[in-house]
């Protein structure tokens, strides 16, 4: 729950999240509903 509010993500968003989503930049997140996939620092 906190990692979805931190990053502004979905549920369903927070559960496809892998340990490849995590980058040196930050989280890679695969948005859903039509929004761009984009990196959280």
Known sequence: ???A???RLRGIE???LT???HL??????NRCKGSRDN???
């Open 14 to 16: 927070v559960i496809t």
């Open 1 to 3: 729950m906190e990692l």
């Open 19 to 21: 340990d490849a989503n």
């Open 24 to 29: 040196a930049e930050g989280v890679m997140t």
């Open 5 to 7: 509010y931190l990053c």
């Open 39 to 41: 990196i959280v620092r």
